[in-house]
């Protein structure tokens, strides 16, 4: 019995140390059990890996040496030069995904887990012939609901035509259902929360008997294993109406779902709150349930609700303080200035914005300070933040003076009207880069934002006068977007069978209502970024430059946090993903593909995502996927990239939406690496050249059009390297295949108050003390719109 399990558990996928001898098969076999948390005995076990990024992963584990059988035998063939031979993989089984990661990406795993606790229903279900095993499974044309029985009709589309083809439901447990095709050899899985409530219940019911009180419980708590708190609500209503015997059996159970939903409540709540939802947190405070509710969770509540009180009486008190002081300016012209800019402040001080006269609401009171000192601290923190006030009044309204240059210098494409602003800019007293520097974060949209209150998906034309193509996108933006709020920003590509805005709806609307993007405060933009009538992705330099555009114009418009940019795709945006995502790593903090496969490029440019974490999402039955991507990914995994590899058992092309909360999850956990110091890449196309803070330009004529040939396999073209660290000693080397280099610096790399020397090709280009410079830093700013990475130097070298 131990050998055949074994056989089945990794037939597929080997183990380390699958070079034993057969006689020592079984004895290999109960060691293998007992790492994945399995007893010969049968008592089901599961393990729990966390990654170094926060991402918690629970199922059975095993240690991988590729993600194939071929590249498993290529590692096990390795010599000691190989970076990690040894088992570099670790596969996660929760029973209908299986996640690979690497490693070395694993900083706690723990091994007792106890499955067997969990409720599991089983159904019986008919099954005739099932000769016929499915190899791959296309797109499906339609899928019926499951009925009662747990039976559907799934309609897959094949060279030969449609193909239906009958399933059945053989077991339920609180996180997954097995399903088994009962004409045919499909053996799939879904998640309990992806099946209708209603049909839900009623394929439960058809496995218990209602009349016995234990078995009605057993729903119940498979219910709260879920986190169907409201069903499991309903039904232990129901067993205590039906048993009334049984109410004191169900007390424990019942106040522990208590605790469980309220628990789950106050989490929306935060999660709204952080999301900058206050009118909805409010909201849900007044119909948050308080009977037989947890103290420490009234307690958390309260202290919400008294944060909410404090904001208003602090955007009150602002707003008649402010008034108050402005009385006592005597000087006519001051006084229609402070005017003026207390019109603005009143019209935009909320939750969000209130922040930024923390200064002044600590100190509006200060008897030791006059009116304009106040008023100073007051205006000049609304400009560049609560850390950095002044007290000169004057000086203040310089701020303003400033900031209005600036937003016309970056609303400006003339060159001349630019200078004629910075010469502006440098005789205003009190102004220098540094307090620009500290401006631009809280400037307002660059470019106009056309806001839409119904939530719904809109399209914009990037109006970049100097744009190579025409670019447009379209958005869709969180509940109560407010320009005041920092968002995080997904990319989402779409496949080339599907419009813009439905993959918007795929990520943020459900049901015509509100999906998790909206919820959870994220905006999500889609570029056009294929050809009319373009089917496929060809690595083409247009789709590039199009989310680029796209990029760099929603940062001009909406309040986007730089460092929280998600790159994702669906199928043909997928394939485009993983290319985008290796060519330009600096500008997003992690890569979604989705049902996608990698392209010629990555097998040259997976290095390049070093510091770029990903989350490939794919099916069992979707092509060659697993297979084709494994040349890519299984590289990465050995060298201990962030990678998470999860492929759905059984399932094919698909959009994998159950997968959802788990990217948003790992999303939250996610930060773009921002200033490297050691920068190694190669470049294929010339678009592909800037990293970080380093661009290199005017290439060798032999990677201005890389040939790909073998069917989209190969690149006939050697990749031009770059190479650049900065060393102790405020030294920085560059190595580029490019001819033309420039660096943006800023004090986070190197040290401004020593002598920079930076070294190129091995001979010294520049020694010198750096100077801050507004002009270099406005237009880098300008040009990529990213208020989290300012860079106040730029040195070229030809």
């Known amino acids: 019995m131990t050998e055949r399990i074994f056989s089945k558990s990794v037939s597929r996928y080997h183990c380390a140390n699958l070079h034993f001898k057969r006689a020592s098969v079984i004895l290999l076999a109960y060691l293998f059990l007992l790492v994945q948390g399995l007893s010969p005995a049968g008592n089901v076990r599961a393990g729990e890996v966390e990654l170094k990024n926060g991402t918690i992963i629970r199922g059975e584990l095993a240690p991988i040496l590729g993600l194939t059988d071929a590249l498993a035998a290529k590692i096990q063939g390795k010599g000691p030069e190989d970076p990690d031979p040894a088992a570099p993989i670790l596969m996660v089984d929760n029973g209908i995904i299986r996640y690979f990661v690497p490693r070395r990406s694993v900083v706690r795993l723990n ?28 797109s499906y044309i339609d899928v019926t609901d499951f009925d009662e029985y747990g039976r559907r009709t799934v309609t897959l589309k094949t060279s030969k035509g449609q193909l239906p083809l009958l399933q059945g439901v053989t077991e339920i447990t609180p996180h997954h259902l097995k399903v088994i095709g009962l004409k045919h050899q499909w053996e799939l899985g879904l998640r309990t929360t992806s099946i209708k409530h209603e049909i839900l219940k009623a394929m439960l019911n058809r496995t218990i008997d209602p009349l016995n009180p234990n078995e009605r419980i057993a729903v119940a708590r498979f219910y709260i294993q879920a986190g169907l708190y409201l069903q499991a609500a309903e039904a232990f209503d129901g067993i205590e109406r039906d048993f009334p015997e049984y109410k004191e059996k169900i007390t424990t159970f019942v106040k522990d779902l208590r605790t469980l939903h309220s628990q789950q409540l106050l989490d929306e709540l935060k999660q709204r709150r952080k999301a900058g939802q206050h009118q909805l947190a409010q909201l849900a405070i007044t119909k948050f349930p308080t009977n037989n509710v947890s103290q420490s969770i009234l307690r958390q509540i309260r ?257 986007v946090d730089s460092d929280r940019i998600f790159l994702a795709g669906h199928g043909t945006g997928a394939d485009a993903a993983f290319d985008i995502g290796m060519s330009h790593p600096s500008l997003f903090a992690g890569v979604i593909p989705i049902a996608g496969k990698t392209s010629a490029f990555n097998l040259h440019y997976w290095k390049n995502a070093k510091h770029l974490p990903w989350y490939i999402v794919g099916g069992e039955l979707d092509r060659d996927t697993l297979a084709h991507n494994s040349l890519v990914v299984n590289r990465m995994m050995r060298y201990g990239y962030d990678v998470i590899y999860a492929e759905y058992k059984g399932r094919g092309y698909e959009n994998y939406y159950e997968e959802i909360h788990n990217l948003f999850n790992w999303m939250d956990l996610q930060q773009r690496f921002k200033y490297p110091k050691e920068i190694e890449k190669k470049i294929l ?72 020397e930076v070294r190129i090709g091995g001979k010294r280009k520049f020694n010198d003390f750096l100077r801050p410079d507004m002009d270099a830093m406005l237009d880098d700013f300008q040009n990529r719109g990213d208020r989290q990475k300012l860079f106040d130097v730029r040195l070229d070298f030809f």
């Open 111 to 138: 091994n007792d887990q106890d499955l067997s606790l969990l409720e599991t229903f089983q159904l019986n279900q008919q099954t005739s012939g099932r000769q016929h095993m499915l190899k791959e499974v296309g």
């Open 685 to 756: 196309r010339p678009i592909d050249n800037r990293f970080y803070w380093v661009r290199t330009e005017k290439f060798p004529p032999q990677i201005m059009r890389p040939k790909i040939v073998n069917g989209n396999k190969r690149i006939q073209a050697r990749p031009v390297p770059l190479n650049v660290s900065i060393k102790v000693g405020n030294v920085i080397y560059v190595r580029s295949g490019g001819k033309i280099t420039t660096l943006w610096l800023s004090p986070e790399l190197v040290d401004y108050d020593e002598r920079l």
């Open 303 to 559: 202290e919400i609700e008294d944060d909410y009180l404090r904001g208003h009486d602090q955007i009150e008190k602002a707003k008649f303080r402010l008034g108050e002081l402005e009385a006592e300016v005597k000087d006519p012209t001051t006084k229609n200035l402070l005017q003026a800019y207390r019109r603005e402040v009143i019209t935009q001080l909320n939750f969000e914005s209130v922040e930024r006269l923390s200064a002044f609401l600590n100190l509006e009171s200060d008897d030791s300070l006059s009116a304009r000192e106040k008023l100073a601290i007051a205006y000049s923190g609304w400009i560049v933040g609560a850390a950095n006030v002044v007290t000169d009044l004057d000086t203040a309204l310089n701020f303003w003076t400033a900031r209005a240059q600036i937003l016309d210098y970056l609303r400006s494409e003339e060159e001349k009207q630019q200078e004629a602003i910075l010469e502006v800019l440098n005789k205003l007293e009190g102004i220098s880069t540094a307090i620009v520097k500290q401006m631009i974060p809280l400037l307002p949209p660059v470019l106009e934002a056309p806001v839409r209150d119904n939530a719904e998906a809109f399209s914009i034309q990037v109006t970049d006068p100097n744009a190579e193509v025409p670019v447009s996108y379209s958005v869709l933006l969180p509940i109560e977007y407010n320009p005041h709020h920092i968002y995080p920003m997904i990319v989402a590509l779409r496949p080339s069978h599907r419009t813009a805005k439905s993959e918007l709806s795929w990520w943020g609307r459900f049901k015509n209502g509100p999906g998790q993007s909206q919820r959870r405060g994220y905006i999500v933009i889609s570029p056009e970024y294929l050809q009319k009538g373009q089917q496929d992705y060809h690595d083409n330099v247009t789709a590039h430059y199009a989310v680029i555009q796209s990029i760099r114009d929603a940062r001009k418009r909406f309040s």
